[in-house]
């Protein structure tokens, strides 16, 4: 839900915009999609002095995955997610990072940019959205960098 930002909803009614998800990963190991059925030893943590939400999970004979979100206070509507992976035996990784946009925006549109960052005129990938709320009232906008 995105905090204080509201549409015009059914019969005239105020309702809260539902946000766009911007940690919607899915990670393939070996050209298979990991799922619920295929890990064990799952567990989460929620650490509320730090602002964290922690994931770990083991893929049998295959990799330990640990993944934890930080919400960014400093920082409205933001958050950092960091994803680790220890490979138990040789294997390929593939990580996709999707938006998940609710069906309620109109006029969604997405792309990516390239960046300059740092002194050392390194770049980053930025992928941005944005769409209309129902109603046209707000736009909501979505950026996400990815760090090697």
Same mark, same amino acid.
């Not at 799922?35 to 943590?45: C, G």
């Not at 300059?116 to 709320?133: P, T």
């Given at each position: /839900? ?25 990670? =393939?190991?070996? +050209? &298979? ?7 064990? *030893?799952?567990? *989460? ?28 206070? %400093?920082?409205?509507? !933001? ?10 035996? &040789?294997?390929?990784? &593939?990580? =996709? ?6 069906? !309620? ?18 770049? @980053? /990938?930025?992928?941005?959205? @944005?769409?209309?709320?129902? *109603? +046209?009232?707000? +736009?909501?906008?979505? %950026? ?5």
């Amino acid at each position: /839900m995105l905090n204080h930002v509201f549409d015009i909803g059914d019969a005239g009614v105020n309702q809260a915009l539902q946000g766009i998800n911007p940690f919607h990963l899915e990670l =393939f190991l070996n +050209k &298979q999609k990991v799922e619920m059925s295929s890990i064990k *030893q799952w567990k *989460q943590s929620l650490d509320l002095k730090k602002a964290t939400h922690t994931t770990s999970f083991i893929i049998p004979g295959k990799a330990e995955v640990r993944y934890t979100i930080t919400a960014l206070r %400093n920082l409205p509507y !933001s958050g950092l997610i960091e994803v680790e992976v220890k490979a138990l035996d &040789q294997i390929q990784m &593939q990580c =996709f990072n999707q938006m998940d946009i609710p069906n !309620s925006y109109i006029d969604v549109r997405k792309r990516l940019v390239e960046a300059n960052v740092g002194l050392d005129g390194g770049k @980053e /990938m930025i992928l941005q959205a @944005e769409a209309l709320s129902a *109603q +046209k009232a707000h +736009k909501v906008v979505y %950026n996400s960098v990815s760090y090697n």
